[in-house]
């Protein structure tokens, strides 16, 4: 089991910036694609972005899309949300995953996760 530790969240106004990082144990990280995930009080929790293991693709939710950037540092373990022009709609407790196969924006196809980073956008 992949250990993830997901960091960077805070409080931002709306039209700000935050990155979010994720760190993962193991040694066998760029075998895997990864993606985050966000769920706000009272919702389901939905798909945000995913990237393959090697960096060559990267898919994102049409809310977040042009805003929202993933990446990955393989040689460190680490996946990356950078996020521009936020929106108060934004506001969710953000989680990375593992991806292990099926309908890359279903939780159902993630079976690692992080503890969530919390992210709050004030109008």
């Known amino acids: 089991q992949v250990q993830l530790v997901e960091s960077g969240g805070g409080l931002v106004q709306a039209g700000g910036s935050l990155r979010l990082s994720c760190s993962a144990s193991?040694?066998?990280?760029?075998?895997?694609?990864m993606g985050w995930f966000r769920q706000a009080p009272g919702k389901e929790r939905e798909f945000v972005a995913r990237?393959?293991?090697?960096?060559?693709?990267?898919y994102y939710a049409d809310s977040v899309k042009g805003r929202f950037t993933i990446s990955r540092a393989n040689a460190k373990n680490t996946v990356t949300l950078q996020m521009n022009s936020l929106k108060p709609e934004d506001t969710a407790v953000y989680y990375c995953?593992?991806?292990?196969?099926?309908?890359?924006?279903?939780?159902?196809?993630?079976?690692?996760w992080g503890q969530g980073t919390q992210v709050t956008v004030s109008s």
């Open positions: 193991g040694r066998t990280f760029s075998n895997y694609a």
């Open positions: 990237i393959t293991g090697s960096a060559i693709s990267t």
């Open positions: 995953a593992k991806f292990v196969g099926g309908s890359y924006d279903s939780p159902g196809a993630y079976d690692s």
